[in-house]
Structure formats: C-alpha cells, structure tokens
C-alpha cells in the first residue's frame, strides 16, 4: 500500500474520532477531555492528512517502507498520546507514562519525517503526475 493512501485513511477514522468526541464533550457539557479532542484531530486528522498531501506529490518516497513505517508509527503515537492525555485529564495521574510513550513516539516519527523530506532528491514539479496543459 502507498503510505499516502494509508495517511488519507487513517486520516479520516481518527477525524471521525476526534468529531465524535467534541460532539459528546459539548453534548454533555463536560470539556474536561479537551486537550485530548485538541490532540486527536490536529495529529490525527489535520498532520496525517497532510502527509498524505506531501507523499502523493513525491512517489519515490511514497512507494517506500519508511514512508508506510512513518505513517504507521504516527497514527500510534497518535492514539497512545490521546489515550494518555484524556487519563490525566480525567484526574488518573499514573497514566503520564502512558503519554510520555505517546509523545516520543510522534516527537521520533517527526524526525523520521525531516529525514525523509530533507533526503528527498524528487521535486514536485519532477514528480507530478500531472502533464501540462496543451
Ligand atoms: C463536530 C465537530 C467538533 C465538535 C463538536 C468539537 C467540540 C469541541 C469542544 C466542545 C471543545 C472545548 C471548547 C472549550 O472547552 O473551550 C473543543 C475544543 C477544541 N477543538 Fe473541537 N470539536 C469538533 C471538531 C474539531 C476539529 C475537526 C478540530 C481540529 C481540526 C478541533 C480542534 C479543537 C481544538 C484545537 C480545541 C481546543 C481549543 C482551545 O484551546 O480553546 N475540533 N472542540
């Protein structure tokens, strides 16, 4: 599977996530979990649906297991780090291991992804699989 096809779905799931969750905070006009809301849709939507963006327009790096890993290891940190960050704010302080985990896991993935586009030798414009226009 192309890691950008992977970003765009797992995109989309945690998005519908994230959605379902505001809509119980506001239902219940309990926001406690908030910072977890804020987390899941702006990592889990917002960052994975723009790699997505950025491994579609360069296909060398698409094609590659690292780009797959990278995707991969985002969307767990992801969840682990919401996970962990609703359990404090629900007042279980022993889950800050849990999102201590949760944040190395994006904060490395992140320094997968600068080596990934730092290394990337295609230009957009090489890569685009569109052709001019006549
Ligand atoms: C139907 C969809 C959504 C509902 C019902 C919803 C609901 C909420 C609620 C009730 C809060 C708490 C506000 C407060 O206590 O001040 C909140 C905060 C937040 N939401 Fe959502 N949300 C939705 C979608 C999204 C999406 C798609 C994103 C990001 C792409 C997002 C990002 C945030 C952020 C960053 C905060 C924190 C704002 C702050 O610090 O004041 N939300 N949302």
Same mark, same amino acid.
């Given at each position: 599977?192309?890691?950008?096809?992977?970003?765009?779905?797992?995109?989309?799931?945690?998005?519908?996530? !994230?959605? #379902?969750?505001?809509?119980?905070?506001?239902?219940?006009?309990?926001?406690?979990?908030?910072?977890?809301?804020?987390?899941?849709?702006?990592?889990?939507?917002?960052?994975?649906?723009?790699?997505?963006?950025?491994?579609?327009?360069?296909?060398?790096?698409?094609?590659?297991?690292?780009a797959l890993t990278q995707v991969i290891v985002w969307a767990l940190g992801t969840v682990v780090l919401t996970v962990g960050v609703a359990a404090?704010?629900?007042?279980?302080?022993?889950?800050?291991?849990?999102? #201590? #985990? !949760?944040?190395?896991?994006?904060?490395?993935?992140?320094?997968?992804?600068?080596?990934?586009?730092?290394?990337?030798?295609?230009?957009?414009?090489?890569?685009?699989?569109?052709?001019?226009?006549?």
């Amino acid at each position: 599977m192309f890691a950008s096809s992977l970003s765009f779905r797992t995109a989309v799931v945690l998005g519908l996530l !994230g959605i #379902v969750m505001g809509i119980t905070m506001a239902a219940s006009h309990d926001h406690s979990v908030m910072p977890a809301h804020a987390h899941l849709n702006l990592l889990g939507w917002v960052s994975l649906f723009l790699y997505g963006i950025y491994y579609r327009f360069h296909p060398t790096i698409d094609s590659s297991r690292l780009a797959l890993t990278q995707v991969i290891v985002w969307a767990l940190g992801t969840v682990v780090l919401t996970v962990g960050v609703a359990a404090l704010n629900l007042g279980k302080p022993q889950a800050e291991p849990i999102a #201590v #985990v !949760g944040s190395l896991l994006i904060l490395s993935d992140m320094v997968l992804f600068a080596v990934l586009v730092f290394r990337a030798t295609d230009t957009v414009a090489k890569a685009a699989r569109f052709e001019p226009a006549e």
